[in-house]
């Protein structure tokens, strides 16, 4: 193949400029012919050219680093240009001058341009920021540890700095013990930016170390950390320091991030254990609401409690919402983030917390509500019949024998059409639009106009608000075993993920269910499960493998009851939610998984609820690994494969109880005048610039799908209602869009 560079294109082209400037025509179209032959690509060079080109700066954190002098010339001959660059935060550069001063707190790419008359060219800059330390700054700190362990992630708190000895050790060639496993993170792990720092769990098996090493460097990032083991803990768990991820997460730019572990052992350096991570130009948005049977927050006949609780992202413990001594655990949190309502334990009734009075509690007129499907606007409830009713025998007692439309949260029947005969809806979800509903078909009889409920296959049906009709009713997916449950919609509305619950209950040895309850769509009894997606535009089915950690998790020991203990944790997976906030251009997650989180929460799998007595003496002296993990999405994933990410722990959890049903919603929004950050915290869903330049809430003009009537669109976060509302949607290859009525930024790949 005849390769022509950048160069030897210029000579093609000189014969075709008029003042200098390219003109496309005859010889332009003989280099397409030369591309579409195949003998090379088609590059176009424009005549303003800058220098240096795609610099590399490296700067060491903290110190002051030197600038660069950027110039151009037309043609060939020097010119004066207007510089702009697209990424402020790791550097700036004169307009005029062309001085690029580089920051020395953060690495990172930018695209520096240089505009001459109507003409703009662009090179990148990269910033590549250094830094080695010794030991944790929290090392020896008096800080307290609250319910959810040592900085929100538990283990044996930080390390403090290698001796010298120890760092000659580290620094030598290492030999690799395959035996020695790292139990978390796991490779691949797509993170989201402002996540507090992980702990680095291992098993050292026979080794006993006394240091380690830890190296995380990308293109633009490179921190080198020793660490010496803890006093008076086994050395099996550290924390990275939330000073040094926060330089990494916000340094990334898009490329992958390759962390190295050495550990030394006397004077033995063993490792190194390689991984690979990426992050999200993101932090995660909104607030999880879950439920516990062993919050110390909150007390009960057995002695802990059964609660709901909520965790923020950056919060390094949970805190209480229902403050009831009362079980209050089944609960659904409305869309806009406003309520969450929850099922008492007498006759079950519904109680409606609200999130903007302090969580006042009130009690619902309406029963057998629990797990319904709240319109998107909030004013309608769809409700859930049969399969997770307590007891089966009783349904009516307990939920809608059918399935039925109500006023929302007065709780009055709606008068609808369009709903089959017998219609059993079981875990019902609106879609973000609130024109479909997904859940498992439990029972129905179509009069032949459609499929009839089997108790087991994911289903959609049509719902429009203005004359309460539901329509075309569709099985999306049936399973080949088990049964479908909890379905979430992604917030583009283009897909679904789920629950495939495995296996049926059985008489488990770690029995954590003493009312003998039904366990349909529970986590009880050794029940399985795996997460599923269901692609809605492409008609696929997919097993989230990455999410569920097919292949990666590690593997426990067998429990003395001859339960299957951790020997296969991609098959305790259950009930997902979905983020209805698009961030970093990812969906994300929350689910429910007993897998062990390292060899800080890896007791028996099943032991988790505190009702049983010999379940509640183990939680008193481990921590039981039923938790919330997060796990990101592609939205643009081809289709047939598996867009998910491998999944993190969700910090801030209380690390002793059984914590489930992660609701993931948007927080309550603020009214026009408030001050805000984005636009998803506003209530009229803009966040402009007010009196003085403070950021405040607002809504649209009239008659407006955009926030800014400056710029004639919307910033990234606020409101939308096409994509071409979004400030950059326009923008070849910008990839941003209106997702769920917000504009949402790019994924990273």
Same mark, same amino acid.
């Given at each position: 193949m005849r ?6 294109l210029?000579?093609?082209f000189?014969s075709?400029?008029?003042n200098?400037r ?6 332009l ?5 030369l ?12 005549p303003?050219? &800058? ?12 110190q002051t ?25 790791i550097?700036t550069?004169d ?9 020395s707190t953060?690495?990172? %790419?930018?695209? !520096? ?5 109507s ?10 920021v250094t ?6 700054p929290?090392?020896?700190s008096?800080?307290?540890v609250?319910?959810?362990g040592y900085g929100?992630?538990g283990?044996?708190?930080p390390?403090?700095p ?7 050790t ?6 690799l013990d395959?035996?020695?496993? !790292? ?6 792990? /797509?993170?989201p930016r ?7 769990q291992w ?5 006993n170390?006394?240091s380690? /090493? /830890? ?5 633009t990032?490179?921190?080198t ?11 099996v768990?550290?924390? !990275?320091p939330?000073a040094?991820w ?11 991030v390759?962390?190295? !572990? ?5 004077? +033995?350096a063993?490792?190194?254990? =390689?991984?690979?991570w990426n992050?999200?130009?993101a932090a ?5 609401y879950?439920?516990?049977?062993g919050t110390?927050l909150?007390?009960?006949s ?16 949970p ?14 949190? =409305? ?6 309502y929850?099922q008492?334990?007498? +006759?079950?009734?519904t ?14 007129t309406?029963n ?5 499907? &709240?319109?998107?606007d ?15 025998t009783?349904l ?7 399935s ?17 005969i017998g ?21 129905g009889?179509p ?14 049906i ?9 329509? +075309?009713?569709?099985v999306l ?24 619950? /495995? ?12 009312n ?5 769509g529970?986590?009880r009894?050794?029940i399985r ?8 535009v ?7 493998d990455?999410?569920?950690? %097919?292949? $990666?998790l ?9 339960v299957?203990?951790?020997s296969?944790?991609s098959?305790?997976n259950?009930?997902?939610?979905v ?11 929350v689910?429910?998984?007993r897998r062990? $989180? ?16 010999t379940v509640?003496?183990a939680?008193m002296?481990?921590n039981?690994?039923k938790?919330?993990?997060?796990g ?13 990410h491998?999944?993190?722990?969700l910090?801030?959890?209380e690390?002793?109880a059984?914590n ?5 919603s ?7 005048g ?6 998803d915290?506003?209530?009229?869903g803009?966040?402009?610039?007010g ?6 809430c607002?809504?649209p ?13 919307s910033a990234l976060y606020?409101k939308?209602? &096409?994509?071409a ?15 769920n009525g917000?504009?949402?930024e790019?994924?990273?790949?």
């Amino acid at each position: 193949m005849r390769v022509v560079t950048a160069l030897g294109l210029a000579t093609i082209f000189a014969s075709c400029t008029v003042n200098g400037r390219a003109q496309v025509g005859s010889d332009l179209s003989m280099a397409r012919d030369l591309g579409a032959s195949g003998d090379m690509a088609m590059v176009v060079v424009s005549p303003l050219q &800058i220098t240096p080109a795609d610099q590399v700066i490296t700067v060491a954190l903290g110190q002051t680093a030197m600038p660069v002098n950027y110039s151009a010339k037309y043609n060939g001959n020097p010119v004066d240009v207007h510089w702009t660059m697209d990424n402020s935060t790791i550097g700036t550069i004169d307009a005029t001058s062309g001085v690029f001063t580089p920051v020395s707190t953060v690495g990172g %790419k930018a695209s !520096i341009t240089a505009t001459y008359g109507s003409d703009t060219t662009h090179t990148t800059v990269t910033v590549l920021v250094t830094t080695t330390k010794n030991g944790d700054p929290n090392f020896g700190s008096s800080a307290p540890v609250g319910y959810g362990g040592y900085g929100g992630v538990g283990g044996n708190g930080p390390g403090g700095p290698a001796s010298s000895t120890q760092i000659t050790t580290l620094g030598q060639t290492a030999t690799l013990d395959s035996n020695v496993l !790292i139990l978390y993170p796991s490779d691949k792990v /797509l993170w989201p930016r402002g996540q507090l720092a992980p702990l680095i769990q291992w098993d050292p098996k026979t080794h006993n170390f006394d240091s380690m /090493l /830890l190296h995380m460097y990308g293109t633009t990032v490179d921190v080198t950390s020793t660490f010496t083991a803890q006093v008076g803990h086994p050395f099996v768990n550290l924390p !990275i320091p939330q000073a040094l991820w926060d330089l990494v997460a916000a340094s990334n730019a898009g490329d992958a991030v390759k962390v190295d !572990i050495t550990f030394g052992e006397g004077s +033995n350096a063993v490792g190194p254990y =390689s991984l690979t991570w990426n992050f999200a130009h993101a932090a995660l948005k909104g607030t999880i609401y879950y439920n516990t049977y062993g919050t110390h927050l909150a007390t009960s006949s057995w002695g802990l409690g059964a609660s709901v609780l909520s965790i923020k992202p950056g919060a390094t413990a949970p805190t209480l919402v229902t403050d009831s001594n009362a079980c209050r655990t089944c609960h659904t949190v =409305s869309p806009d983030g406003k309520a969450t309502y929850v099922q008492q334990d007498v +006759n079950n009734q519904t109680s409606r917390f609200d999130l903007l009075s302090a969580n006042a509690e009130s009690t619902l007129t309406v029963n057998r509500l629990a797990f319904p499907a &709240i319109h998107p606007d909030g004013t309608l409830a769809f409700s859930s019949s049969s399969g997770s009713a307590q007891p089966s025998t009783d349904l009516a007692a307990y939920c809608d024998t059918t399935s039925r439309l109500y006023t929302w949260p007065a709780g009055a029947l709606v008068s609808t059409t369009g709903l089959p005969i017998g219609f059993q809806a079981t875990l019902p979800t609106f879609s973000p639009d609130g024109k479909h509903i997904a859940f498992v078909y439990w029972a129905g009889s179509p009069d032949g106009s459609g499929p009839a409920g089997d108790q087991k296959s994911l289903a959609m049906i049509d719902f429009d608000k203005g004359s309460n009709t539901f329509s +075309n009713l569709q099985v999306l997916a049936t399973p080949t075993t088990g049964q479908s449950a909890w379905p979430a919609f992604l917030p583009n509305g283009n897909g679904i993920v789920y629950e495939v619950q /495995l296996t049926a209950a059985s008489n488990c040895a770690a029995n954590d269910n003493p009312n003998n309850d039904p366990q349909y769509g529970f986590t009880r009894d050794c029940i399985r499960a795996e997460l599923w997606y269901f692609d809605l535009v492409n008609k696929t089915n997919v097993r989230l493998d990455n999410l569920n950690g %097919k292949g $990666y998790l590690p593997v426990g020991p067998i429990s003395p009851e001859a339960v299957s203990m951790h020997s296969d944790d991609s098959t305790v997976n259950y009930e997902p939610t979905v983020n209805p906030i698009v961030s970093g251009g990812y969906a994300w997650v929350v689910f429910t998984s007993r897998r062990m $989180y390292g060899n800080v929460a890896a007791l028996n799998p099943w032991y988790s609820d505190a009702r049983n007595g010999t379940v509640y003496a183990a939680m008193m002296t481990g921590n039981t690994p039923k938790k919330l993990w997060v796990g990101a999405l592609d939205l643009n994933a081809p289709a047939g494969t598996d867009p998910s990410h491998p999944a993190f722990y969700l910090p801030a959890q209380e690390l002793s109880a059984g914590n489930s049903r992660g609701f993931w919603s948007p927080d309550p929004c603020h009214a026009d005048g408030a001050t805000c950050a984005s636009g998803d915290e506003c209530c009229g869903g803009c966040c402009e610039p007010g009196t003085g330049g403070t950021m405040v809430c607002s809504a649209p003009a009239v008659d407006k799908g955009y926030c800014s009537s400056t710029d004639n669109c919307s910033a990234l976060y606020d409101k939308c209602t &096409i994509d071409a509302d979004c400030c950059d949607a326009t923008a070849s290859g910008s990839g941003v869009s209106c997702i769920n009525g917000r504009c949402s930024e790019p994924p990273i790949n």
